[in-house]
Nanobody, 125 residues
Framework: HVQLVESGGGSVQPGGSQKLSCAAS????????MGWFRQATGKEREAVAS????????YYADSVKGRFTISRDNAKNTVYLQMDSLEPEDTAMYYC???????????????????WGQGTQVTVS
């Protein structure tokens, strides 16, 4: 049973930082594509960043480039999203996702991922 569990959300002031974690279990973790998506109220789910857990290649949405950093700790089967210089526009539910394949492309869509976490709310105000 594949499981992704996010943590680290909450409220933060503009300009602040927050770090999200996504712990993966139940399948072969290394050398796959994992991503962070977000969905604001009334908007579609959008890709924020993705990482190929093998070589560590990373991809970012233009709106977060230079402010967010995706990383992984393969020993802990965990992917992180470090968010700095947060803006009110970053307010959303953030979801971790994993793909069964070893292909990590950008841009990516929710349909490219097979497994999802329950989401964690990030509020910037």
């Amino acid at each position: 049973h594949v499981q992704l569990v996010e943590s680290g959300g909450g409220s933060v002031q503009p300009g602040g930082s927050q770090k999200l974690s996504c712990a993966a279990s139940g399948y072969f973790y290394t050398s796959i594509c994992m991503g962070w998506f977000r969905q604001a109220t009334g908007k579609e789910r959008e890709a924020v960043a993705s990482i190929y857990t093998g070589a560590g290649h990373t991809y970012y949405a233009d709106s977060v480039k230079g402010r967010f950093t995706i990383s992984r700790d393969n020993a802990k089967n965990t992917v992180y999203l470090q968010m700095d210089s947060l803006e009110p526009e970053d307010t959303a539910m953030y979801y971790c996702a994993a793909s069964r394949t070893s292909v990590c492309t950008w841009p990516c869509e929710p349909a490219d991922f097979d497994y999802w976490g329950q989401g964690t709310q990030v509020t910037v105000s």
